[in-house]
């Protein structure tokens, strides 16, 4: 049976890929792709030639049965998301599932996350997080929301633009320190960080808003990081 490469791949800076996952992104019969236009860019940038094919949330039963036999016939196929770590907060999660219960071999090649990328800017105590992935849109979102104000350790999730304001507003009176991380690795990233009330002022009249953001909660800033000085509101280029 061949191996599935679960492969993550670049957030927005297209020199983020390891040595690792260019080989074998070359190497394997067949690409798994969310959009298959997305991640020709990243192939087309490192003429690659491999065969791309969609797979996503939507992808049918039998979609996942003609990959069990492509494996089965000894066939090693690499599974990628649109950006990042695939089966993070990623409908890839189910093949690698059937994989291994298949008794095939799956193997991660590591790289960029936007979790981890944002955690690593934040200035908050990461020894202990909780992530939540994305929200939901409506059943169950006041109650997480809730659980998040009450946490007391630090809480990660990914949340889109349209929704980004409401949520960061129900966290004000939690008294929650707040860093929003959007555009990460590219050349408008930026960090905006303060208080849930100040955050959300931010957001609210910011002109270039797009796209998804990961959002850090913080119980409060830690003594040991007082010396930061980093405004509410920070760009940096690249």
């Not at 992530?131 to 630090?154: E, N, S, V």
Request: aromatic share 6%.
């Amino acid at each position: 049976m061949g191996t599935l490469y679960t492969i993550a791949t670049p957030i927005g800076n297209l020199e983020d890929i390891t040595l690792r996952a260019i080989r074998l992104l070359q190497e394997v019969s067949l690409i798994l792709c969310e959009d298959t236009r997305v991640t020709k860019r990243l192939l087309n940038h490192y003429q690659i030639t491999t065969p791309t094919r969609p797979y996503h949330q939507h992808s049918s039963q039998q979609t996942e049965a003609w990959v069990m036999s492509q494996l089965q016939a000894g066939q090693n196929i690499a599974l990628v998301s649109d950006a990042g770590t695939p089966t993070i907060s990623d409908p890839g999660a189910r093949l690698v599932s059937a994989v291994i219960a298949a008794g095939g071999t799956v193997t991660p090649i590591p790289g960029p996350s936007a979790l981890i990328t944002a955690l690593q800017a934040a200035g908050v105590d990461t020894s202990q997080f909780t992530f939540y992935g994305f929200l939901p849109h409506k059943k169950g979102r006041q109650t997480l929301l809730q659980a998040i104000a009450a946490a007391d350790h630090t809480i990660v999730f990914y949340e889109s633009i349209h929704r980004l304001e409401k949520a960061i507003t129900a966290l004000a009176d939690s008294k929650k320190y707040i860093v929003v991380a959007r555009e990460l690795t590219k050349t408008f990233e930026e960090f905006i960080r303060g208080d849930a009330t100040s955050v959300a002022t931010i957001i609210r009249q910011h002109p270039t808003l797009k796209g998804e953001c990961v959002v850090i909660v913080s119980p409060a800033r830690s003594e040991t990081l007082a010396g930061d000085t980093a405004k509410p509101h920070s760009r940096a280029r690249r």
